[in-house]
């Protein structure tokens, strides 16, 4: 048993995604959560300043004490999961194994599409993954800039996202593939507009779900779930305005985050 929070990180408001799925999967776990709203987009940037950014983060979160670490951002978990995970002692958790888990037991005609940020996209983690699991799977990818911007200013379900999420998602439409991985976790936000254009017999595969359902796994495993059921605290933190951040990100949580967002100074960390 282990009553001390998970941390959750991102750069910016996606990793609420997997926050509102840890909600669903662990109810009586408290929660704090980092996104770091005034650096974001890492998805653009070089891997060493991903990795210079995602210290600062791990480190602001272990400053609070935290259990265990989840990087709730498909382009750490791609670039830098493996030099964080050497220098802590907390289990840390990224989103590509469990996502790309499930799309290889969803897959039935063998074509995963993959869509990321650049930085993802580039690095090639999903592919590996996938192909170290089962050689014969055709993957095709796609890095999808403009969706980040675009959710981070709450165009989730608007005519501009449809045309975006066209252009975007037309070749691995016209590939067939049957199951596509979310792989950023900004993109659940769209998931409507992106199932509406790929169609309903393409399994999209939500990386916030899959972690939160490792996630719980790991703590059983290692007997860290917390036991007190009451009372369970949400605590977040950005490094910008928090004002933008309460709106939409309690309108995605459905539930009022208005004076629990608190600013700091990320660079301090
Ligand atoms: N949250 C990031 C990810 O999952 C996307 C936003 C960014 O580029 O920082 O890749």
């Known amino acids: 048993m282990d009553n001390r929070s998970i941390g959750v990180f991102d750069s910016g408001l996606g990793g609420l995604t997997a926050v509102k799925e840890i909600m669903k999967e662990l109810p009586n776990e408290n929660i704090i959560y980092f996104g770091d709203t005034g650096r974001v987009p890492y998805g653009t940037r070089s891997q060493e300043t991903i990795i210079k950014y995602s210290q600062n983060d791990v480190n ?20 830098a999961l493996p030099i964080l995970a050497k220098t802590i002692s907390v289990p840390i958790v990224g989103v ?11 897959t039935k005609n063998k074509k995963i599409g993959i869509i990321g940020t650049s930085g993802t996209i580039k690095s090639g983690s999903y592919e590996k993954l996938i192909k170290n699991i089962d050689s014969s799977i055709e993957t095709f990818t796609k890095a999808c800039p403009l969706f980040v911007p ?11 996202a449809e045309l975006v999420v066209e252009e975007y998602l037309s070749e691995i439409k016209e590939k067939g593939a049957d199951t596509l991985i ?16 790929m169609g309903e017999n393409v399994t999209l595969i939500d990386a916030g779900k899959e972690t939160a359902k490792e996630l719980k796994n790991i703590l059983t495993k ?48």
């Open 60 to 79: 602001f979160l272990l400053s609070n004490d935290v259990k265990m670490i989840v990087i709730a951002c498909g382009t750490v978990s791609s670039v």
């Open 182 to 197: 979310l792989g950023c976790t900004h993109y659940p936000l769209l998931k409507n507009t992106i199932q509406r254009y």
């Open 96 to 106: 590509v194994n469990p996502t790309v888990k499930a799309a290889v037991r969803a």
């Open 150 to 160: 675009l959710v981070e200013n709450g165009h989730f379900d608007t005519m501009v």
């Open 222 to 269: 290692d007997d860290m779930h917390t036991d007190i059921k009451e009372n369970n605290q949400y605590k977040f933190f950005v490094s910008d305005n928090v004002d933008g951040f309460e709106n939409l990100g309690g309108m995605f949580l459905e539930q009022k985050i208005d004076g629990q967002v608190e600013k700091i100074d990320i660079e301090k960390y």
